[in-house]
């Protein structure tokens, strides 16, 4: 990728997160040619070495003369609302490799913490030719089961000694993972924690035939990260039915409209004038039962042109 290019989708990852009109245009413009990319999503709770093993995963395919993108999802500054952690300090051994665009992009308040720029912005990198997308996310415990929604393969990074991991799997983050991978496995515990986890998984049921394995990692020395790989590429061999792969996008792209009305109706309220004064005004009315929230919804959205007041 020539430095024109990469300057291009800056900018234009730029207008998809500032939600600017000629983004939107982009994209619908763009779309035809996407659907070709292979998104991993990478999740699990703060502290498990994500970003490395990211990092490494994506110097792995690189090897492989793939051509990666990499959306680092960082918490929102409360100050500019952008990414706290920015590119400059993520994966500087990429830096000058032209086959890696790599961006921080923040949550914007997104419950989750994967905002629709994150999706728009993967459908970006699908249409310039990037032949995987690596997502990182925030990693903040069960709201990353949003992650599902965007990755064809969603990897729940885990490392042993952080106490209630096996229960926070049982929270939640059990039903999203494609492959678990055991990070820092060289820590003491890890042989104990992997029994834990194959013992939880092997009474899980199975999802399409698919029984998610576990795989050791310490990315820190790139050791495990060729064996993820080749787990990645068997659960890409599993579900790269042309039904399986349809079945995952029609699933996607329902939600995604659901997401998209949210956005559309928010954005035409807050243009009628319902801002966060409106809205406290109506929520003390609420509280003092002056009103009920079903009438109050009613009347926001009379004010906006759609339904009728009661």
Known sequence: MRAGEVRAISRAVTAIENREPEGEKLLRELFPHT???YRIGVTGAPGTGKSTLV???????????????IIAVDPSSPFTGGAILGDRVRMQGHATDAGIFIRSMATR?????????????????????????LVETVGVGQGEIEIVRLADCTLVVLVPGMGDDVQNLKAGL?????IFVLNKCDREGADRFEEQLRAILA???????????????????????????????????????PENRRAREIELWKQRLVDLLEQRLIERVTRAGIDEAALASLAEKIANRETDPYSAVNEILAKAGIGEST
């Open 35 to 37: 659907g070709k990319a």
């Open 203 to 241: 009474i899980a049921p199975e999802r399409g035939g698919w029984h998610p394995p576990v795989v050791r990692t310490i990315a820190t020395e790139n050791k495990g990260i060729s064996e993820l790989a080749r787990e990645i590429e068997r659960f890409r061999q599993h579900t790269s039915g």
């Open 109 to 133: 308040g997104s419950l989750g913490g994967l905002a629709q720029a994150t999706s728009d912005t993967a459908l970006l990198l699908d249409a310039a030719g990037k032949e995987f997308v």
């Open 174 to 178: 059990m039903e999203i993972a494609d």
């Open 55 to 69: 990092d490494k995963l994506a110097a792995h395919y690189r090897g492989q003369k793939k051509t990666v993108g």
